[in-house]
């Protein structure tokens, strides 16, 4: 099953997972296919992208932000990704992945993506930044307006240094590809 498929399929049984909690996880069920994989037989490093896109999606969906961001005009948007591979995910090998959105701040979201083994380890690790962008309004809102209009009162805790560094890290990057 290709992406399209792998899309559909996660769209298709969203609702039999339940609302999403922020804070809490998703996590979507995968098997290492022949279309996702390098020279090395491994899961390529692309397709880690395109399974992370795929659980924000997923939670996208089931916090309401996808019903939400069509009636209001907004885009959900990733600003930038961190990725650390540890294990490799081989050919026909059963995996999941692990989402969530651990904190924000002002205009920007931090979540994670971590792949899961079927032994319990973790193969990888993607921590991404983002935002909400307002069409109407032309300009990025705060996460906490997008929060609240989903119904929820739940405040972000404060970003962990790890957190923090990868931020600096993603500004200081976003700066030399604006100069370039």
Same mark, same amino acid.
Do not use: C, P
């Given at each position: 099953? /290709?992406?399209?498929? $792998?899309?559909? +399929?996660?769209?298709? #049984? @969203?609702s039999s997972r339940g609302p999403y909690v922020i804070g809490d996880q998703s996590r979507l069920g995968f098997r290492c296919l022949p279309t996702d994989i390098d020279f090395n037989s491994h899961l390529?490093?692309? !397709? /880690?992208?395109?399974?992370? &896109?795929?659980? !924000?999606? &997923?939670?996208?969906? $089931?916090?309401?932000?996808?019903?939400? @961001?069509r009636k209001h005009g907004w885009a959900p948007m990733i600003g930038g990704l961190q990725a650390s591979y540890v294990r490799e995910i081989r050919l026909w090998r059963h995996f999941e992945v692990a989402s969530s959105?651990? #904190?924000?701040? @002002?205009? %920007?979201?931090i979540g994670k993506h971590r792949f899961i083994l079927d032994n319990g380890e973790t193969a990888a690790l993607i921590? #991404? #930044?983002g935002g909400? /962008? &307002? +069409? $109407?309004? !032309? !300009?990025f809102l705060e996460i906490g307006e997008v929060v609240a209009a989903l119904g929820h009162s739940v405040q972000p805790r404060p970003p962990t240094e790890a957190? +923090?560094?990868?931020?600096? %890290?993603? $500004?200081?990057? +976003?700066?030399? @590809?604006?100069q370039a």
């Open positions: 099953m /290709y992406v399209w498929g $792998r899309l559909a +399929r996660m769209m298709a #049984t @969203a390529n490093n692309a !397709r /880690y992208m395109m399974l992370a &896109d795929l659980g !924000r999606i &997923d939670v996208f969906l $089931r916090v309401g932000l996808v019903a939400l @961001a959105i651990e #904190t924000w701040e @002002a205009t %920007s979201v921590m #991404t #930044t909400v /962008y &307002d +069409r $109407r309004g !032309r !300009r957190e +923090r560094a990868f931020m600096i %890290s993603h $500004r200081n990057l +976003r700066e030399q @590809a604006k």
